[in-house]
């Protein structure tokens, strides 16, 4: 069985900064990609940022600039540094994981989402 479990989340006021991280768990022999997705109420789950197992980030137009992932394979955990947060922001942030289970197979494994709030 595998799990994500993301920490870090909070209220902020705008202009601040906060991270959040996420760490996988279970039997699983690596970890392809891995990403940062948000809801914000009334709206569709939006691709944030996501990071390669060798390292390459891609991001949302939105919070380019602001925002870096970054991953620690040896603690199988991503990070989500964000800066100069907006009140658009606000948002669950959910981490996302392709896992590698061995016998070719895969699991694209979720975390249970950490709250993130912008406001003054």
């Known amino acids: 069985q595998v799990r994500l479990v993301e920490s870090g989340g909070g209220l902020v006021q705008p202009g601040g900064s906060l991270s959040l991280s996420c760490a996988a768990s279970?039997?699983?022999?690596?970890?392809?990609?891995m990403g940062w997705h948000r809801q914000a109420p009334g709206k569709r789950r939006e691709l944030v940022a996501v990071?390669?197992?060798?390292?390459?980030?891609n991001y949302a137009d939105s919070v380019k600039g602001r925002f870096t992932i970054s991953r620690d394979n040896a603690k199988n955990t991503v990070y989500l540094q964000m800066s100069d947060l907006k009140p658009e922001d606000t948002a669950v942030y959910y981490c996302?994981?392709?896992?590698?289970?061995?016998?070719?197979?895969?699991?694209?494994?979720w975390g249970q989402g950490t709250q993130v709030t912008i406001s003054s």
């Open positions: 990071i390669t197992a060798g390292g390459s980030t």
């Open positions: 279970g039997s699983f022999v690596g970890i392809n990609d």
């Open positions: 996302n994981a392709d896992l590698n289970l061995g016998y070719g197979l895969g699991s694209d494994s």
